[in-house]
C-alpha cells in the first residue's frame, strides 16, 4: 500500500516541501536534481522541523542547533546530530510523490 504525499510539481531543489500524512510522523519531500527523497521532518537531535532549515545538495540543515543529516541516507553529517532520520522509499506515479506505508 502506498500513502499519496504531493505533486511532483509543488517541489523544487533547494526547497523542501513538509507534509503531514495521517496516521504518520511529519515527513519532507525533498529533490536533488531529478530525483525525490522522503524523511522525517522532525530533527533526531530537537524538537525543530528540517523544512525550517536549509537545504544545501544532499545535505538538509536542522534550523535549531545547525546540525545535519544527508537527505539520501539519513545519516548525521554534522553534531550536533548523532541519530539517524528515518528514509522512506519513493515511488512516483501520475505525477505524485508517494512513499510505501511502513
Same mark, same amino acid.
Given at each position: 500500500m502506498k500513502v499519496i504525499l504531493c505533486p511532483v510539481s509543488e517541489v @523544487? @531543489?533547494?526547497r $523542501?516541501?513538509?507534509v503531514n500524512p495521517e496516521g504518520l510522523p511529519a515527513?519532507?519531500?525533498y529533490r536533488i536534481g531529478e530525483e525525490y527523497f522522503v524523511?522525517? %521532518?522532525l530533527c533526531t537531535h530537537g %524538537?525543530?522541523?528540517l523544512t525550517d532549515g536549509y537545504?544545501?545538495?544532499e545535505v538538509i540543515e536542522? $534550523?535549531?542547533h545547525g546540525g545535519s543529516f544527508?537527505?539520501?541516507s539519513g545519516k548525521p553529517s554534522a553534531y550536533p546530530c548523532t541519530d539517524p532520520l528515518t528514509v522512506y522509499r519513493v515511488i512516483i506515479e501520475d505525477g505524485q510523490i508517494a512513499i510505501e506505508a511502513p
Open positions: @523544487e @531543489e533547494g $523542501p516541501v513538509s515527513l519532507a519531500v524523511t522525517d %521532518n %524538537n525543530a522541523m537545504q544545501e545538495g536542522c $534550523p535549531f544527508n537527505i539520501r
